[in-house]
């Protein structure tokens, strides 16, 4: 069984594989095994700091991106709503103040107006491109045309009267009741039917705005002074009459021209309004494609450093799979090979020749070390206890051939000892013998 224990084995096929496993550990074998662990740690630390760095990083710069849109196109584009809002407003302004012919809608009109002033020169200042300054320059000339065409009207409406006692159609008024305080005077029903008629012209002027009923009026005035003569008025009534006839005409014709004048005031108005909405709607449209421009480079980034991070990910995967890999796998091998010696030694032929190479300097070859001088004092013990073995081999062969040597004498004593027995024997007989004769001898003698 020693000599069993104690050959010699070739190296086999496991020992190579160790061997070329222990070379592929890119010298982690150096290092203990709590630096190699605190190494991978370290390694797995750093690569998810790069992951989310590259995260941090890419929403950064989405966040820059989309705080230049915000920070640029989103507040001109809000300037230009709030322009076209507030132009609305001056326009729904100027149209309360046509229909209800008060000062209040005016007023508030201009306030519109100076808003809208005010936020086109905020634009001004922010913008950098040049076309969109000749755009918002141009919006702020039609804006003060606007409001100096919306001024030009407010006055002629005011000239004309805001109500039937001021203005024009006051002195109209005051006009036609001079000339029908005089036809009432002179008790003409003729007359008074001609007034009547040039009144009901006057009127639906008026109401409708149509210069044909001017003509009407003058045809009434010139029917009026054929009948003062065909009635044979005085002259003195016939000249005052015609005066005052020529004062309400004069009046008349003074409002139809100040209306002429507020229609193509106001088609002006109208004209430079759609103008400065359209100049405005382009800038609109100008900051709005500058936010698709720009939301498209910010989409295109997002899209590029969302394969980035996935690239990087996908990386720091692979690599903390080879970090996890590598370092369990140069424990586990340390651990493996000293596995296969122990149980080549408790289930094998236990060849105590045969030691673990150490190769690392970390626990497992502190450990693999240990064992080695375990092994090497065992086969120590075990090659004495052999050597012991033969010795006493030898030594046991001389003992059984004394111990027969002495089993021969035994016997040959024996033998002896059975004559020396058998003669003593007789001896003892013949003593007896003797004995009885001695004592016989001796009654002989007493009864003598």
Request: negative net charge.
């Amino acid at each position: 069984m020693s000599r069993r224990i104690l050959k010699n084995r070739r190296p086999c096929l496991t020992d190579e594989l160790e061997k070329i496993t222990m070379k592929s550990d890119f010298g982690i074998s150096r290092l203990s095994i709590r630096r190699r662990l605190f190494a991978g740690f370290s390694l797995m630390v750093i690569v998810t700091a790069m992951a989310t760095g590259t995260g941090w990083w890419s929403a950064r710069t989405a966040r820059l991106n989309m705080t230049e849109v915000i920070a640029a196109d989103m507040p001109l584009l809000k300037s230009a709503n709030s322009v076209l809002s507030g132009l609305a407003l001056a326009r729904n302004e100027e149209q309360k103040f046509l229909l209800n012919s008060t000062l209040e809608p005016f007023d508030k009109a201009k306030a519109h107006i100076a808003s809208i002033q005010k936020l086109l020169q905020g634009i001004m200042e922010k913008l950098h491109d040049a076309d969109k300054k000749s755009q918002v320059k141009k919006a702020l000339v039609l804006l003060d045309q606007y409001g100096s065409g919306l001024k030009t009207v407010v006055d002629l409406r005011v000239q004309r009267g805001l109500t039937h006692e001021q203005g024009l159609e006051g002195e109209l008024l005051k006009a036609a009741q001079a000339v029908e305080t005089v036809v009432a005077e002179q008790g003409l029903a003729e007359l008074t039917v001609l007034m009547l008629i040039c009144r009901h012209h006057e009127k639906e002027y008026l109401l409708r705005g149509d210069v044909a009923h001017l003509d009407r009026i003058a045809e009434r005035i010139q029917e009026f002074k054929e009948q003062m003569e065909m009635f044979g008025m005085a002259g003195d009534d016939i000249k005052n009459l015609g005066s005052l006839f020529e004062t309400y005409f004069s009046g008349m014709s003074a409002i139809v021209d100040l209306d002429d004048r507020t229609r193509q005031a106001l088609a002006t108005m109208d004209q430079v309004a759609a103008e400065l909405e359209k100049s405005i709607a382009l800038f609109a449209d100008s900051a709005r494609a500058g936010i698709d421009e720009n939301g498209s480079a910010v989409l295109s980034g997002l899209a590029a450093s969302q394969s980035r991070l996935i690239l990087i990910l996908g990386g720091a995967c692979a690599l903390s799979i080879f970090i996890g890999l590598l370092i369990t796998g140069s424990i586990t091998r340390g651990i493996g090979r000293i596995l296969v010696r122990l149980k080549d030694i408790a289930q094998g032929e236990g060849d105590l020749t045969r030691r673990i190479e150490v190769t690392s300097r970390d626990e497992l070859g502190e450990l693999a070390k240990a064992f080695n001088l375990f092994v090497t004092k065992l086969h120590k013990i075990i090659s004495d206890m052999a050597d012991r073995a033969h010795e006493l081999d030898g030594q046991s062969s001389n003992l059984s051939k004394a111990a027969g040597e002495m089993s021969g004498g035994a016997e040959d004593m024996s033998d002896r000892s059975s004559s020396v027995a058998a003669a003593a024997e007789q001896m003892s007989s013949s003593m007896n013998s003797v004995a009885q004769a001695s004592e016989q001898s001796s009654e002989n003698i007493t009864v003598v």
